[in-house]
């Protein structure tokens, strides 16, 4: 029997999110997520995917994140879908810092773990977490390849000139202090997406990318490799965000640290936590936003015009980046689905040759679509991303499927 399964993991610090896809057919055939991992409130949703199987919930505590797994093999071996399967060909599994040193998706061994452990200190937050997902999911199989798919390895081909900060050379190298990118595998997917919508090579294509979800940021893809891109040493730089401020001077941190007395922690948890949309007008959902808006709530309005003037200059400046432009795409819970932040994100840019059609801009549709005018000189589309299915493709290539 051919393995041609693939289960893809995303390991947060107190969650765990799955997909098992058969790549034959690129189908999802279970998905799900165990949340609150070490609370007493634990909670793992289970949705097959096939044969019309219905969503499972299970409460109770859930200790660490080997039970999380112990608890979803379970369930998938409900459903016939166990991971000691013959037909699971790999594990993939999302980690969010690759650093300069992973630039593909890789097969996991003891040195790769050992990399991704040293690349701690520039992601505090996300590597442990993955780190944890591997080394679980190694103890329940370890005869099968696990694969670690970077969120900054999309970016890793930036030029120096982008990928650099104007400071100190030495002090940014002994630091590891550069400029790496996240959501890469979103962006690799939606620009490879967007050539095929276009019905060209990705290496004949120049994309603009905004990933605009809770998180949010935008790349210059440049022929299929990106460029330019949004977030930085972490994710906090660019775009306006849910709960992220994005760009701000860097001085807005020592006036606060001297004025404000507020220590490092703080200031970290207010520009990461309490800023962006939510901490201009109290609410990080568009669709609330957009609701305030209607009911003529002013900071609403001015959350929204704040977020859409940093997309506008995002676009003209990846405009000047590239050169030449051949379609603006949008993505993510945002981007795929708030018409208002399309309309407004190029409204004014005539010139540019960007331009949005009200009604294809208004319609709900499923796939990837054009919503510019006909003949327009700049495609302008929206895409939907798929993170998962982008690390199961990788993973399955890696481990010598996908061949036949
Ligand atoms: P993501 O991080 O990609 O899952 O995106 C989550 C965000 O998408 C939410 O915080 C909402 O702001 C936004 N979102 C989801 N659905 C809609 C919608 N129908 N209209 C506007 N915004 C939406």
């Known amino acids: 029997m051919t393995a041609t399964r693939v289960l893809v993991l995303n390991s947060g610090s107190s969650s765990l999110k799955y997909q098992l896809l058969d790549m034959r057919e690129r189908a999802r055939l279970a998905t799900g997520l165990v949340e609150r991992i070490g609370e007493r409130t ?17 409460g109770g505590p859930i200790a660490d994140h080997d039970a999380a797994l112990k608890a979803v093999a379970a369930e998938l071996a409900q459903d016939g879908l166990g991971l000691d399967s013959p037909e699971l060909a790999a594990i993939g599994h999302r980690v969010v810092h690759g650093g300069k040193r992973f630039t593909e998706p890789t097969v996991v061994d003891d040195a790769v773990l050992a990399e991704i452990e040293r690349l701690i200190p520039v992601a505090p937050l996300h590597n442990p977490a993955n780190l944890t997902g591997i080394r679980t999911a190694r103890s329940l199989r370890p005869d099968l390849p696990q694969v670690a798919v970077f969120d900054t390895a999309f970016h890793t ?42 019905g060209k090579a990705p290496e004949e294509v120049n994309v603009i990318v905004l990933h605009l979800g809770n998180g949010a940021s935008a790349s210059a893809v440049r022929g299929g490799r990106c460029v330019d891109t949004s977030m930085g040493l972490t994710p906090l730089e660019g775009l306006v965000m849910g709960t992220r401020s994005g760009d701000i001077d860097p ?39 957009r609701r305030m808006i209607d009911e003529g709530d002013e900071r609403a309005q001015l959350a929204f015009d704040i ?23 949008f993505t993510a819970g945002v981007g795929e689905n708030a018409a208002p932040v399309r309309e407004a994100a190029v409204a004014g840019l ?3 040759g960007l331009a949005v059609d009200p009604e294809l801009n208004a319609a709900r549709g499923g796939g990837a679509r054009l919503i510019s005018p006909a003949g327009s000189r700049v495609a302008v589309a929206v895409v939907p991303t798929d993170e998962e299915l982008e690390i199961a493709t990788q993973t399955y290539a890696l481990v010598g499927g996908g061949g036949d």
């Open 42 to 58: 634990s909670r793992l949703k289970h949705t097959p995917l096939t044969g019309g199987g219905e969503s499972r919930e299970r």
């Open 157 to 198: 081909t930036m030029p120096e000139s982008a990928a650099r900060y104007a400071i100190d050379v030495e002090t940014a190298d002994r630091h590891r202090v550069r400029r790496y990118g996240f959501h890469g595998t979103s962006h690799a997917y939606v620009s490879r997406a967007t050539a095929e919508l276009l």
């Open 251 to 289: 001085a807005v941190i020592f006036h606060l640290a001297r004025v404000a007395e507020m220590s490092i922690a703080e200031i970290d948890d207010l520009l990461n936590k309490k800023s962006g949309l939510v901490g201009l007008c109290g609410d990080n959902d568009m669709r609330e936003i």
């Open 307 to 329: 977020y859409i003037h940093r997309l506008k200059k995002y676009i003209g400046a990846y405009y000047a980046v590239l050169g030449r432009v051949d379609a603006v795409v």
């Open 350 to 352: 005539e010139q540019l």
